[in-house]
């Protein structure tokens, strides 16, 4: 048979590792824990979450992964597979049904339903994908595997008698005798339709539809008469029952590992696909980045934040992309800019396109170049701990500390408003130390603070502004953009408005 | 089943949407008290008048179809009244009995459809006998075959079938149910069957039977089995249940039909009774075709002013055979207003297939009937009253098409004398290059001027008649429009110089 190990992973340790994954610090910072719960919500029965927990550190890794999602990108393709996945969604309902059942007819009549549905899972993602053009390694060993798979005598045979029960239980008619307590039951002998008779009578009188008085009788499941009128049944096609029977004994355990793995593992991919076409729908842009752990240069285009785009999108509300490019030694983005003006977002934007490159998924924004690094780490603003005697100040540099102990110049870091609990003269000054360590590490930086003094602070670093409209500063645009900061705070911008700056008045007041 | 006797080939239908200017023809024309005249206090009259006359006929064949119709029930009002007591009185039963089918239970719903159905035939009898009566006496197309098909419908056979299936409905012999094993061995599929006809059965028989027959009894003791089997009793119940309160809704929607075609003619009875008893005169119309030019009439007079002063009031005769613009000028309170509301009544009546209210009364069937009239100052104040009546008109202008007629009253009037003919002449001259007639009531004399000196043989000029002296009497004459609307006159009667007529006192209230 052709080897297949994972559409997910090329080294079978790493995939058992991936198991125990937990969720990485830095996700709630990122928003990506939000992100994430929405992309596996109503897949809980797959178990995705540590896979998204599993960043890969392996270029080969991602490009494994990257090949399989282009492939995906074929509708024809995705169809066969959610084709795939709803019948083995089947073959799991009916199995769990079994052991809520009483009765051995009923059992077994489940259990064929199943392999039915399995069968018809296997068989049409086997010819589904037999014609489609792939180009991964993954998807063309999975299409070997199944190919084989369901050419095998093993499962040939078993699902040619799976069926032709299915079609012999299937063409049994009869009928049931009410009368009393008693119930009598035998074969079907053409008798008539008596509702239909009743309703060719009054027929005539039609104007219009009426309202449907079908009331809804009867639970899903069989009761104790049922099952004693399912009996009487198999009494009268003995040999059809006993077939089904010897089926049910012969085949416990008829679905294959592989599959099953699969089954599972694709929808780490479907997951996200579907999350993300949600946002393509609104006219927002993902694509494959270009990923490398040598290139100290990293940018996209179009870019956001998916958690608050999703959110977004659900409200109907518009969303800003923005851009970020760092040249060859440039290693640190600082943003300034007025509050509530999309610093924050462009932070964990940051942070976002570099984990899920690391996942190997498309990333948010026209064109991404993205550096595959060691390790993540954020610093954010958080709440006081009061149980925490140090202080909030000895607290950030504590976490500080912390972060510059453990990164490498592999690292990206990402530091949003620290310091904020002592005077400016304070944050200015210690922020400088901070960045100095930074640039000797050389990893990259994202810096969201307040103080502009640090937008030229180093060679290595960029300055970024998120600004506002040049005739209405009350407006945010959300845009945050690669300039020097402006040092003008927003009152300023209020009092142009109401021509009342310094320059203004003095053309308002004439000399 | 149907009885076309509102079209040959269709029911009347309530719920067709009424013409977008519903509320002006009601407000301007004063069609509440037409339809009040025709309802007599009942609120189902009330509703078939007012479809019927807002929703006109606009082939003259079809007019003509509901004519004859309307001139047998005129020569046979007892027997109408006595088939519109059959619908009503079935529905008050089934008011009264069941409230509705509504039941949670199979059982439940087969009896009260039992019942119902029984109560039902006994009105469908009555109707058979007064089909088997007057018949021969009836001469419209419409009634022939309205007869003919209750007598060919509710034959001896039909009745005999129905009462067979009430009394097989009881099932004195059991229920007997189909069904096929759907997915997990489960009953589905369930039909209720007919039981084969009751044969005396020997033992040979019983012997010489190929099929097997299992049975099994449900214990006294056994609840839970002896609900299951109720259950699924109720199953094969279900269908039939539903299958005759179907058929019993559909005979209710049969007689709610007749109901409803017939109340259009029982307002019409209501209409003329009353009439005669004011010693109004009226008379049976003749349509024209849409494309033609008609409108000639012989003591026309406002049937909603003779409604509400309870007697007959002045007519006027008019020759406008050819004519697409008419012109009214004249005395103020003169009767201008009174003849373009009997104008526009006619027309409604005379496409609904009614009489209308004249000696002599013919006209083509128009598209759509507008009316723009004066009103009163807008109690919101949104728009000013000039802006008022240009978005009403703009309205009018959204919906017309060619061959409509639009009637105008003082339109305009909310500006000066120049700038209200300026708007007039060059919308009325829009409208008759687009073939839409046009009934203007203006005292404009600038405006109907401008039309009279064109010497257009497509224009009529009507002036309200002015005896020397002052008195007015109501009668309109073909004429020049005079320079002056004799507001003195109007003045001395208000402040009682002249003592005024005392016909002409109860006019004036109420136009």
Redesign the interface.
């Known amino acids: 048979m052709t080897s297949f190990l994972s559409i997910l992973f090329l080294d079978r340790e790493i995939a058992e590792q991936a198991e125990s994954a937990e969720q990485p610090a830095y996700f709630p910072d990122l928003n990506l824990d939000q992100a994430i719960k929405e992309m596996i919500s109503g897949r809980q029965d797959y178990r995705l979450k540590p896979y998204f927990y599993t960043p890969l550190h392996d270029i080969d890794q991602i490009l494994y992964r990257q090949e399989v999602g282009k492939d995906l990108e074929n509708p024809l393709l995705m169809g066969e597979i959610r084709a795939f996945a709803e019948q083995m969604v089947l073959v799991r309902r009916?199995l769990g049904?079994i052991d809520q059942l009483y009765f051995k007819?009923?059992k077994?009549?489940?259990f064929l339903?199943s392999v039915l549905a399995y069968g018809n899972a296997v068989e049409g993602l086997a010819a589904g994908i037999s014609s489609v053009e792939l180009q991964s390694r993954g998807l063309k060993a999975l299409r070997g595997y199944l190919r084989d798979y369901v050419t095998s005598d093993q499962f040939c045979a078993m699902m040619a008698e799976a069926r032709k029960i299915k079609h012999e239980?299937?063409s049994?008619?009869?009928?049931?005798?009410?009368?009393?307590?008693?119930?009598?039951?035998?074969?079907?002998?053409a008798?008539?339709?008596?509702?239909?008779?009743?309703?060719q009578?009054?027929?005539?009188?039609?104007?219009?539809a009426?309202?449907?008085?079908?009331?809804k009788?009867?639970r899903?499941?069989?009761?104790?008469?049922?099952a004693?009128?399912?009996d009487?049944?198999a009494?009268?096609y003995p040999e059809i029952f006993s077939a089904l029977n010897r089926f049910c004994q012969a085949h416990l355990d008829f679905i294959d590992e592989t599959v099953r793995g699969f089954d599972r593992e694709i929808q780490f991919y479907l997951a996200y696909d579907e999350f993300i076409s949600r946002l393509k729908q609104a006219g927002l842009k993902f694509s494959y980045p270009r990923v490398s752990n040598t290139e100290k240069t990293v940018w996209a285009y179009e870019a956001f934040d998916i958690a608050l785009a999703n959110q977004c999108v659900a409200l109907a509300l518009p969303i800003v992309t923005n851009d970020f490019e760092l040249g060859e030694n440039e290693r640190i983005i600082v943003v300034t800019g007025p509050n509530q003006g999309g610093k924050t977002t462009f932070a964990r934007m940051f942070g976002q396109i570099h984990y899920l490159a690391s996942l190997g998924l498309p990333v948010p924004g026209q064109e991404a170049h993205v550096f595959l690094c060691d390790q993540i780490y954020t610093h954010f603003e958080k709440e006081e701990d009061i149980r925490n005697l140090r202080g909030k100040l000895q607290d950030d540099l504590v976490r500080i500390h912390e972060i510059l102990k453990h990164a490498t110049s592999d690292s990206i870091l990402i530091l949003n408003e620290i310091f904020t609990s002592t005077s400016l003269k304070d944050a200015a000054f210690l922020s400088k130390r901070v960045m100095e360590d930074i640039s000797q590490l050389d990893a990259f930086c994202v810096w969201v603070t307040f103080i502009d003094e640090l937008t030229s602070y180093q060679k290595k670093t960029v300055s970024m502004v998120s600004t506002v409209l040049p005739d209405n500063p009350v407006i945010r645009t959300f845009k945050v953009i690669r300039k020097p900061a402006d040092g003008i705070s927003f009152a300023i911008h209020i009092a142009k408005k109401y021509r009342l700056t310094y320059e203004q008045i003095k053309e308002r007041i004439p000399g | 089943m149907k009885a076309y006797l509102m079209y040959p080939d269709r029911d009347l239908d309530l719920e067709q949407p009424l013409p977008f200017n519903e509320e002006d023809l009601v407000q301007d024309l004063e069609l509440t008290t037409l339809w009040n005249a025709m309802a007599r206090g009942d609120k189902f009259l009330y509703r078939v008048a007012k479809y019927a006359i807002l929703t006109g006929l606009k082939n003259p064949e079809e007019i003509g179809y509901r004519q004859e119709i309307l001139q047998d029930c005129l020569s046979h009002p007892e027997v109408i009244r006595e088939m519109y007591q059959i619908p009503i009185e079935a529905m008050e039963n089934k008011r009264k009995n069941w409230m509705g089918i509504f039941t949670y239970h199979p059982s439940g719903i087969l009896s009260s459809s039992i019942e119902m159905m029984e109560m039902f035939l006994d009105e469908l009898r009555k109707l058979r006998r007064i089909a088997e009566e007057h018949a021969s006496t009836f001469a419209s197309r419409g009634f022939r075959a309205f007869f003919e098909m209750i007598q060919k419908e509710l034959d001896d056979s039909f009745f005999l079938e129905a009462i067979e299936h009430l009394k097989a409905l009881k099932f004195r012999q059991g229920v007997l149910l189909g069904a096929r094993l759907g997915m997990g061995n489960e009953g589905k599929d369930y039909v209720l069957l007919k039981m084969p006809e009751k044969k005396r059965r020997s033992v040979s028989d019983i012997v010489l039977r190929k099929k097997p027959v299992y049975s099994f009894h449900i214990s006294e003791w056994d609840d839970a089995g002896a609900r299951a089997l109720s259950e699924l009793k109720d199953r094969g119940i279900n269908l039939v249940a539903n299958a005759l309160a179907q058929s019993a809704d559909h005979v209710d929607s049969f007689f709610r039909m007749l109901q409803t075609e017939l109340a259009f003619y029982i307002g019409c009875l209501n209409l003329y009774e009353k009439l005669k008893e004011m010693g109004c005169q009226v008379a049976f119309p003749s349509p024209a075709p849409m494309t033609e030019r008609k409108h000639s009439f012989r003591g026309l007079y406002d049937v909603c002013l003779a409604l509400t002063m309870k007697q007959k009031v002045v007519g006027n005769d008019g020759r406008g055979d050819g004519k697409e613009l008419v012109i009214i000028t004249g005395a103020n309170q003169g009767g201008k207003s009174t003849l373009l509301r009997g104008i526009g009544l006619a027309q409604l009546m005379m496409e609904c297939g009614m009489f209308v209210p004249a000696d002599e009364f013919s006209a083509n069937v128009c598209a759509h009937l507008f009316t723009h009239f004066k009103r009163k100052e807008d109690a919101s104040m949104k728009s000013g009253k000039l802006d008022e009546e240009l978005n009403r008109m703009s309205d009018i202008v959204n919906h017309l098409i060619p061959h409509s007629i639009v009637l105008f009253n003082e339109s305009f009037a909310s500006t000066n004398e120049r700038e209200g003919s300026e708007i007039g002449r060059q919308i009325t001259s829009a409208f008759l290059d687009r073939h839409i007639k046009v009934f203007f009531v203006t005292h404009f004399y600038e405006f109907a001027h401008n039309f009279y000196i064109q010497r257009d043989e497509r224009f009529l000029f009507l002036r309200a008649e002015r005896k020397s002296g002052g008195k007015r009497t109501f009668k309109l004459i073909e004429g020049e429009p005079l320079s002056t609307s004799f507001g003195e006159d109007i003045y001395s009667t208000v402040f009682g110089n002249t003592s005024p007529a005392p016909e002409l006192a109860t006019q004036e209230s109420a136009t």
């Open positions: 009916y049904l007819n009923h077994e009549g489940w339903e239980l299937t049994i008619q009869y009928c049931i005798h009410i009368k009393g307590n008693g119930v009598q039951v035998r074969s079907y002998e008798e008539p339709d008596y509702s239909q008779e009743v309703e009578t009054f027929l005539k009188f039609k104007q219009g009426v309202k449907d008085y079908h009331l009788i009867g899903a499941g069989m009761s104790s008469v049922e004693q009128i399912v009487c049944v009494k009268l």
